[in-house]
């Protein structure tokens, strides 16, 4: 209760703390959550996604220098594909960002795919809901643009963007066109590169085949991150576009369908904990995975006996 | 029943409509899985994976037909991370194994990355499931090497394999990072390419610092799989794995980590289920959304309030 006091405050190490205790799942966790949950719903969540190579985060840097400029409070959670065991790419993050790492108005944290209690979509929700409560106006999520956890943390963003580079071949395109629904704006970075002309091309092609009158137009933008070219648009066509889900009502709607998810993780994993803890002690688990692993049982048949039993001690 | 049956006698329309059945979710698919689970448990499980571009399709399509000639009965399951909007890739997929996919003694499914109830993971390993009762000797599992679910389903397999390609840049590196330490053998493809040498030195670099004495030592192979080199030493190198997996016991502990894995996961929708369907209608589960929206409630206390309730009623 005391952490939950301490974020509300403005105290950075408990922000921390609070976060690996999300990482970690803890007990604790669950508790500071509810506490903070009144005073989230204020953070306009933005999520940068693209193939690794695009300079997403460069890009995020620079917006997120664009957005100080207006005063805003900044939040950026990096979900990073390399494991604890390498952790490379966590320090390469940390350290394009550095500049931003000593400003008051920026928190910046980075987080793996693996260990993950519940899940990384489920845990990255949660940092969200920390970093909203911290008073971040803006948070900034960024991911690769492949697989299915990152499109489901995609999808927890109001306003998507993604990020592409001149030059990437065919097989980068396949992986392109399972994403391209979900962008709300796209980015050509790196456009001071040759080939940016076709990408921008290729990429206005796709979106003409997809687009359906009367809903959003997501515009394609150009960008030289590295030399802060087009960052000021892009800032603007956030903007733009946040104003466009307000008053379009999409804003509630996604609201109201990001909660329902939230709502139904945390039921499936209090759910599990409690007929785990009342019905399945370390050794019980051991012999029905025994019985299956001997095909003297199945996973079904000893799901619902053990649900059967869990209902008739209740 | 019928279908469950069907599909131990070899009938692979039943097979396909109880893959449909699965990626649905019916309701229909969980009996006839209990009617399989005895009839599983045969099949050697191999993983593919690896960045876009480095010719995994191509690569399985040859290791497929060189399984063939040891008259070894084969799945195929690209995991595909294009979307149903799009579909494109999956059409490649097909027409790269056209001629595979005559073969009566080989099955191959692509399985597209949403709209799965319960999760891609949940789903391929049911895929895994009816194809070993169908009494598929090697069943070969293609996923992109990035993102969660795709590590998740990667390790699911016996014997991982991770496919890489000569001059690929500093950012496919990162992401290869995260994933080394699953790769039970290791393939240079493209081997005819400029740049394999360095390639393969990268590898074996990154490989020494994550070596553990007394450990499996993974291979490092070279294949051009568009002209069938190095198929039959990367088929050699599977079948050394396997037999090293047998007889460490490894091969015992990764299915008892992977069947407690699929009982937990059944668990979680079973229950989840059960308690919507017993305590929580479409409106008032509505207006607990509305509420939390609000701020009125939190999804914590909401969460323990039906747990609660559910257990009283039972």
Redesign the interface.
Known sequence: MDLAEKVLQGDRRAVARLITEVENSGKLA??I??AL??R??HAHIIGVTGP??AGKSTLIDRLAKSYRLLNKKIGIIAID???P??G??IL?DRIRMSDLNTDPGVYIRSMG??GHLG??SRATADVVKILDAFGMDKIIIET?G??????EIASMAHTTILVEMPGL????Q??K?????IGDIFVVNKADRQGADRTELELRAMLE??SEPGLWVPPILRTVASSNEGITSLRDSIEIHYSHLTSSGNLDKH??IR??Q???S???E???G??IQSELSESQ?DG???S??K?ES???????R??QRF??N?
Chains 1, 2 share one sequence.
């Not at 492949?146 to 499109?151: C, L, P, R």
């Open positions: 669950g508790d959550l509810k949950h009144g989230t719903g690794p190579g594909p390399s494991s065991f390498t490379g790419a390469g795919t693996r899940g990384l690769v492949a697989g299915q956890s990152e499109v071949g065919d097989d980068i396949t992986i066109a399972g994403i391209m629904e085949l997809q609201n109201y909660t329902k939230e709502f139904l945390i039921m499936r209090e759910l599990i409690l007929v688990l029905i995975i025994m299956i692993l095909r199945d996973p079904h048949t000893e799901v619902s053990i649900i209902s008739a209740r």
